[in-house]
């Protein structure tokens, strides 16, 4: 392979593995103060819809970018009250995220644009910059240090570890389970926005294709920890890019390819290579007693 | 009475979720009240209404029992849709491999394909689960995309149909072919694809109910559900409960495929379930995992399939995935019901209460 | 310092305090006793804002406050040692202790400050706890001395233990004794919540006796004694009466040979131990909780990880060591679990299909081809004999377990384990969170079934149960057996000595 084609594919690996980042980063400040996250997918589908509906209308991305993240974030509010407040199934209340956001988009662009599910093509000068590359990859350190080195992140890791010991230290669990939700929903909405405002130059239905569940399954490959979810993110991000490369020239099927992420999760998740333990309180609603 | 309580809370969510609805429909700029009566009125007509909703509501009857199933023994099994996926294309596969079998031996064979491909395709995350402790959530979740990229596979590399835009399979043999009810209603039309799968969910449904009730093996899944540790306690052997139940599960999931290759398209046909998998976790969850409730839920969310499609085409501004959405609410607050009811039992309520 | 008046507290139908009031004086170590179930930990846990009481004024320092959260009590310098460890596990010393109150801005935590300020206080107080360290590695004494740690560091004055000896081996009471005094010293209060009389001669000042909720009495230490104590405690005359004929064991009929039990953490739970069970007889375990007595049942029930269990394990002279539990009942072995509500019911089942756990794949509850056929008519006859002969009441079949008293649940599992009667009987706990009546039928019956002829092996905490139903009594310590007494002869003393390690401890 010359070397221009290695550069070319390392790059696309990277660009590639960006909306997976941000969206694993998201998962897991709200994994590591205990609630699971698989609404992903639909946080990434209401932040792609709605950065490119904002940006249609302001012609500015930075607009679309700032209202997808508090669509995000909105989104993310109904996962956390849910969860938290109602004590829902977390696993259940995703699931139901994620189908919301197959239809909600389509049912809006419908009336909008009188589509089935896509907006409007956004001129090339109004998409996104390389931006959300540096900023996805700048927060992994940030991420590093605000878990490990700011009260706030280890209030969050109490809170997923051992809530009733954070709870008898003083702290608010519900608070930092809503702050860790939240984050979550931006940085999700932040990935969606650059698929569709910055990779694409338009929102389809279900553009997404998955990406969150590679995004959750890059979070348990890394084992919740920032750094090697990155890893996990450009590893998955190089086998998309493979595949894109190869279509067409290579004897080998895409669709093997295209599994690679998910049988890693399995293989990891079964204990074959390492061992990938989950903050202990994960998927466990709390309630004071009072 | 009791079972009077029970479809409360249920009936309470879907009119929740509808007034929900009802808000983004005027919010779109249509009339609610003339959105559901198209919703609603069109699946009631008879023959094609009614005809239809049934049609719809087979598949989710199969997935609602699927995933209620796992849930009783305490598993959320959100990978019905790569059992079915699976399920569907091997049956597809056994269609065409021995087509010119008779159809008294294709269909048997065939339906042995669907149920036993969707089941070991189930018991992979139960077995992941027992033996190494894998969360079946994410593993079921990742093994839809496998079955997906495998199926689409198989299809586009050794059974695709020469000269097709789409990813489909050559038909299969006519032998396999599941009858449509119109064959044997009189007023009933046969170019309804309402066919046999439709009395045979029902009779499944009454089979589940006697294994998870009146069966040993029922009373160990459910009590593995219930608390493993008492499980244990009483010998049950509750890994094998746990790979068991996903076993079933999924071979109840692929049962989907009865109803959709052999009743309706005569082939596998790449992403042809509309969602059936996911589906059915709102349906068992409406249905309280039981299912008489699974029965219900499925007419509900088979009418609503059917009255998608009016909306879509006789509204100004609404699509069908209005109906998405409507379940997707449903879910919503059928999940936070637990709040509303009895005493609240996590670990912590139990860990509180004992140095009192 | 620290005063509750008129605390009232319901949760669901149980009242835990009913109009509790109490005086704690500053500088004092002041002990609240009670039997299981008196109210102790609601009342603390009230007075640490951790629950809101119904009714009733917490007071501290002299002025009624509203306690909202623990947050609340943490800023009037009040800390709580609680039974169970609020400590996060997976992270440090320090970064436990500082949980909350973190130094340094919100930008960047201060570990280093928070690292000397806990190495400062650990020395003051003669800890010695790294505040580096990992809590998972830490032994539970040590994990206990953070707590210490962290409610000092919040400059707690008032300190409340919950039952702070219940886990502790012997030598780390004494340590944990010495610690408690060495802060009285300098001026800290401390409030002890316990069930043991010793102890609470040894270390208070005063103390106040709890039962049912209620407060039913308050004493200078000096001033009373154990038997008085005892009295209030209890309500009534407390030496448990058992009416015992002598025993007329026959053959063995369980052998246990040199068993040991590895924990996941490689350390031995069981370690070799060799004993024999004949019919006829009740054989007690003794020990500190957390010796191994836990594990011995479950071992003999098949329930423990078979490949960290070695030894061998006899039933009738049959090597049932490599047997599943399911295997080990129908050879005869019945098992009244500890923790009744984890493994020995199905709360949400009904009292009919709880009738039949363990039993559910035998005749006439299974029949049919590969008995995979539940008879309803069965199991509900099986129900209905136990349920009339035990007395579980309210006697409705269609209850959920859950919706039954503390009592009624144990006889509800104690007439399943013997129907059908088995050759042996495994009962950890028996009366854990029972009522006196209970206490008293249960007691009967696992007397009526020694004399029919089953052997029992019998694990209880309360030494007074233990020392009055067997026959023989084995104790348990570090997971080894360090002793066999004769419970009529031997004195209180003499097995506390064995339990604790004899001299060692003092």
């Known amino acids: ?290 | 009475m009791k079972a009077l309580r029970e479809l409360l809370f249920p009936l309470a969510a879907v009119v929740a979720a509808f007034l929900v609805g009802a808000v983004l429909v005027a919010l779109v700029g249509d009339s609610p009240l003339r959105t559901y009566e198209l919703l609603i009125g069109s699946a009631l007509t008879w023959p094609d209404g009614i005809g239809y909703t049934l049609f719809y509501a087979t598949p989710l009857i199969f997935t609602g029992l699927a995933v209620a199933v796992a849930f009783r023994c305490g598993l959320l099994n959100i990978g019905a849709e790569g059992q079915l996926i699976i399920a569907a294309f091997a049956t597809a596969w056994t269609g065409i491999a021995f087509a010119g079998w008779p159809a008294w031996l294709l269909i048997p064979l065939c339906f042995l394909a669907a149920a036993l491909s969707g089941a070991a395709w189930g018991a992979i995350p139960g077995v992941l689960k027992a033996r190494f402790g894998a969360h079946e959530v994410i593993t079921t979740i990742m093994m839809n995309f496998i079955a997906a990229a495998l199926a689409s596979y198989f299809t586009q590399y050794h059974f695709k149909k020469p000269g097709d835009a789409i990813l489909e399979t050559v038909p299969i043999g006519e032998g396999a072919h599941v009858a449509r009810l119109g064959r044997f209603l009189p007023g009933f039309p046969e170019r309804i694809p309402l066919n046999l799968a439709f009395p045979l969910a029902l009779l499944v449904c009454f089979l589940v109910y006697l294994f998870l009730w009146r069966t040993r093996w029922g009373y160990e899944i459910r009590a593995t559900g219930a608390s493993p540790a008492a499980a244990e306690y009483g010998g049950i052997s509750t890994g094998r409960q746990i790979v068991l139940a996903m076993a079933l599960s999924g071979g109840l999931a692929g049962m989907v495929a009865v109803n959709e290759v052999l009743g309706y398209r005569y082939r596998y046909y790449d992403g042809f379930s509309a969602g059936y998998g996911f589906t059915g976790i709102a349906v068992a969850l409406l249905g309280r995992n039981h299912p008489a409730g699974v029965i219900l839920a499925s007419l509900l969310f088979g009418a609503l399939l059917r009255g998608g499609l009016f909306v879509d085409i006789f509204t100004e501004n609404v699509s069908k995935d209005l109906v998405q959405v409507l379940q997707a609410i449903i879910i919503l607050f059928v999940a936070a019901e637990a709040v509303f009811r009895g005493p609240f039992r996590s670990p912590f309520a139990r860990l509180s209460k004992k140095p009192v | 310092m620290l005063e509750l008046r008129d605390i009232t507290k319901r949760f669901g139908d149980v009242l835990a305090n009913d109009r509790v009031s109490l005086t704690v004086a500053p500088g004092t170590i002041h002990a609240i006793v009670g039997e299981n179930g008196a109210g102790k930990s609601t009342a603390m846990r009230i007075a640490y804002g951790f629950y809101r009481a119904d009714a009733g004024e917490v007071v501290v320092d002299g002025a009624p406050r509203d306690l909202q959260s623990p947050h609340d009590a943490i800023a009037l310098g009040i800390g709580m040692v609680h039974q169970h460890f609020m400590l996060v596990e997976t992270m440090t010393v320090a970064e436990n202790i500082v949980l909350g109150v973190e130094p340094g801005g919100p930008l960047a935590l201060d570990l280093r400050a928070a690292g000397a300020r806990v190495r400062a206080l650990s020395e003051s107080f003669g800890l010695q706890i790294d505040p580096e360290a990992r809590v998972e590695t830490l032994s539970v004494g040590q994990q206990q001395r953070v707590e210490l740690l962290k409610a000092l560091y919040r400059e707690a004055r008032l300190l409340i233990l919950d039952e702070p000896t219940a886990v502790l081996a012997p030598q780390a009471v004494a340590d944990l004794f010495r610690i408690l005094r060495g802060m009285r010293a300098q001026g800290k209060t401390i409030v002890i919540v316990t069930h043991k009389l010793s102890e609470v001669l040894e270390i208070s000042d005063e103390v106040t006796v709890m039962r049912d909720g209620r407060v039913v009495g308050h004493r200078r230490t000096a001033e009373t004694s154990a038997a008085e104590l005892a009295r209030l405690m209890v309500g009534r005359d407390v030496l448990l009466r058992v009416v015992k004929p002598e025993a007329h064991p026959g053959g063995p009929v369980l052998r246990v040979r040199d068993l040991s039990l590895r924990g996941a953490d490689g350390r031995r739970r069981l370690d070799g131990v060799s004993f024999a069970v004949r019919a006829g007889e009740i054989v007690g375990v003794a020990g500190v909780e957390g010796n191994g007595q836990a594990e011995l049942i479950e071992t003999l029930a098949g329930l423990s990880d078979r490949r960290a269990v070695t030894g061998a394990i006899e039933l009738g002279g049959e090597d049932v060591t490599p047997l599943t539990a399911r295997r080990r009942r129908e050879r005869g072995i019945a098992h009244v679990p500890e923790d009744r509500q984890r493994r020995g019911l199905l709360l949400d089942f009904d009292l009919a299909e709880n009738a039949i756990l363990g039993v559910d794949e035998r005749p006439p509850v299974a029949v049919g081809p590969w008995r995979s056929w539940l008879d309803r008519k069965a199991i509900r006859k099986r129900a209905q004999t136990i349920v009339a002969a035990f007395d579980v009441r309210p006697p409705d079949l269609d209850l959920p377990a859950r919706s039954l008293s503390g009592g009624n649940q144990q006889k509800l599992i104690l007439g399943r384990e013997l129907e059908p009667p088995p050759r042996l009987l495994l009962v950890a706990q028996p009366t854990r969170g029972v009522d006196i009546g209970g206490i008293e039928f249960i007691h009967r019956r696992l007397v009526e079934l020694r004399d029919s002829g089953c052997a029992i092996l019998l694990v209880s905490s309360e030494l007074e149960e233990v020392t009055a139903l067997s026959d023989r009594l084995l104790i348990l310590r570090q997971g080894r057996i360090v002793g066999e007494v004769d419970p009529a002869r031997a004195s209180t003393e003499e097995i506390g000595l064995l339990m604790t390690g004899g001299e060692a401890a003092a």
């Open chain 1, 1 to 290: 392979m010359s070397q221009y084609l290695l550069v070319a594919l390392l790059f696309s690996a990277v660009r590639l593995a960006t909306p997976l980042l941000l969206a694993a980063l998201g998962g897991l400040f709200s994994e590591r103060s205990g609630v699971i996250n698989i609404a992903l997918e639909g946080l990434m589908l209401a932040g792609a819809f709605t950065a490119a509906i904002a940006t249609h209308y302001s012609h500015s991305p930075w607009v679309g970018l700032l209202a997808a993240v508090l669509a995000g974030m909105g989104v993310a509010l109904i996962h956390g009250v849910a969860c938290i407040r109602y004590r829902a199934d977390q696993v259940v209340s995703g699931t139901a995220i994620n189908i919301l956001f197959l239809g909600v988009p389509a049912l809006l662009s419908g009336a909008l644009f009188e589509s089935t599910g896509a907006t409007p093509q956004i001129p090339r000068g109004e998409l996104l910059p390389l931006a959300p590359i540096v900023l996805a990859f700048a927060l992994v350190p940030a991420t590093w240090w605000v878990l490990n080195r700011t009260p706030f992140g280890l209030r969050l890791r109490a809170v997923g570890e051992n809530p009733e010991a954070a709870d008898t230290a003083g702290i608010d669990v519900a608070r930092l389970r809503y702050a860790g939700v939240l984050l979550s929903g931006a940085l999700a909405a932040i990935g969606g926005a650059y698929l569709s405002i910055g990779q694409a130059s338009l929102f389809t239905r279900n553009m997404t294709a998955g990406r969150g569940f590679i995004a959750l399954a890059a979070l348990i490959f890394g084992k919740w920890r920032p750094v090697q979810t990155m890893l996990a993110c450009l590893l998955f991000g190089f086998a998309e890019a493979l595949s894109i490369q190869m279509q067409g020239v290579s004897q080998i099927p895409v669709q093997f390819i295209q599994i690679i992420p998910y049988v890693l999760t399995i293989v990891v998740l079964a204990g074959f290579i390492g061992h990938s333990r989950a903050p202990r309180a994960l998927g466990v609603p709390y309630q004071k007693k009072r």
